[in-house]
């Protein structure tokens, strides 16, 4: 890439930002949970999460990661309470399990984007232990991430896509 390329390139990564940013403003009144703060950072981490895929077949495979990841992420907050009697061990042992049984994906085409899952499962449990009221809606904490994180993932593939067609227009 080229210096001007690549400094065009780098403004319009730049600009996205600034719309997610803009956009996180006029939306997080919106939300259920957490709406005085905003989740920015989940956008930010999904859109992170595309740049690892590379391609938009993967994008989506990562977008059914991520959906798959707070599926199983409110599985362990069930089974942990399954394990109650063990207060210490029950999320660790509700992690093993569920864990187990979600590696066992990589073998399953289209649902097998193993990171987006572990990304989306870190934020729906940021979301839960540090939003006040997330935990006690995992509905609310769920559509939080979801929102979010398509927004993430669909400026991933904006910026990659952008990104292309500016190279070929200023790499001549």
């Not at 259920?32 to 391609?55: D, L, M, N, Q, R």
């Not at 077949?57 to 409110?74: E, H, L, M, N, T």
């Not at 979600?102 to 085409?109: A, N, Q, S």
């Amino acid at each position: 890439m080229k210096n001007v390329s690549f400094a065009v390139g780098s403004a319009y990564t730049a600009l996205l930002a600034f719309v997610i940013v803009c956009i996180d403003q006029l939306i997080k009144g919106c939300m259920p949970v957490g709406s005085e703060k905003g989740f920015t950072y989940i956008a930010f981490v999904a859109w992170a999460v595309y740049f690892f895929t590379g391609t938009a077949k993967d994008g989506i495979r990562a977008a059914i990661g991520y959906v798959i990841g707070i599926a199983f992420s409110i599985g362990i907050v069930k089974l942990a309470g399954l394990f109650s009697c063990t207060p210490w061990f029950c999320v660790p042992i509700a992690v093993f399990i569920i864990v187990f049984f979600v590696l066992y994906l990589d073998k399953v085409p289209w649902m097998n984007y193993i990171p987006s899952m572990f990304v989306a499962s870190g934020c729906f449990f940021g979301i839960i232990n540090y939003v006040p009221g997330a935990g006690d809606n995992l509905c609310s904490a769920v559509t939080v991430e979801l929102i979010y994180g398509f927004l993430g993932l669909l400026f991933g593939w904006i910026t990659v896509t952008g990104k292309v067609l500016l190279a070929k227009l200023f790499d001549k």
